[in-house]
Structure formats: structure tokens, C-alpha cells
């Protein structure tokens, strides 16, 4: 047996706020929406896919944000980014800990933490 792939990464959501996840996952970084499948589509939710980066909102009644855990995201232009982030009023926080390698963090409305990383800036680093 071997790992071969990763389908998606899940993260939790208040109930009733898709209309948010929307704006910031599909009209702020420019992750399309993607039905969810009939039998999912009762529990509310949202999905959102752009190439091989998926990223599923699930709710979860007792919410409470991933301060910690959260996705990294490579983008090609991450000054673009954090310059879009800041004036939709989206803190960003860059991070110089890994040498080379160029990255930032933000939250989504949600608060759960979402690493942005610039193509290109990852060879040889494992994070």
C-alpha cells in the first residue's frame, strides 16, 4: 500500500454562512464552486476546486476556527494576494521562517488559518 494523492482538505464552517465562504474562497482567491453531490447538499456547506486544490467547507454546529491546522496554498503571485487579502480587510501575516521559501498567512471569515505560499519558492524545502 502506498499514499499516492490528496483529494481534498475539509475545513468547518458556521451553519448559514456560504454566502461568506463564497466571497472569500470563490470572488477573493478565485476558487470555483462545485455542486456537492444531491446526497451531501442537505447539510449545508460549500465546495470549492481549481485544478487538483480542493477545498470543502463542511458545517459544524459547535464551530470553532483551526487556529493551527490549515491548508497551504501555492499561488503565482502572492504580493497580488496579499495586496487583494488587505483591502477586502483580511489581515495577512508574512512569515520568513522557512529560508527561501516566500509565504504568508491569513483567515478565512471563519477564522481558520490558511497558509499562502509563491510558486516557485518551495524546491527543495520540506514544510
Known amino acids: ?66 487556529r493551527k491546522a490549515h491548508p497551504a496554498i501555492v499561488v503565482t503571485d502572492l504580493g497580488e494576494l496579499k495586496t487583494t487579502l488587505a483591502a477586502n480587510g483580511y489581515e495577512v501575516l508574512e512569515d520568513t521562517g522557512i529560508p527561501g521559501v516566500v509565504r504568508a498567512f491569513s483567515h478565512d471569515p471563519f477564522g481558520n488559518r490558511i497558509e499562502f505560499i509563491q510558486d516557485g519558492t518551495l524546491s527543495g524545502h520540506n514544510n
Open 1 to 66: 500500500m502506498q499514499i499516492v494523492g490528496l483529494d481534498h482538505v475539509q475545513l468547518a464552517m458556521p451553519r448559514g454562512k456560504e454566502s461568506q465562504a463564497r466571497a472569500f474562497y470563490s470572488d477573493i482567491l478565485g476558487m470555483p464552486e462545485v455542486p456537492k453531490p444531491a446526497s451531501l447538499a442537505g447539510r449545508g456547506g460549500v465546495w470549492f476546486e481549481r485544478g487538483v486544490v480542493k477545498i470543502h467547507l463542511g458545517v459544524e454546529d459547535e464551530f470553532r476556527a483551526a
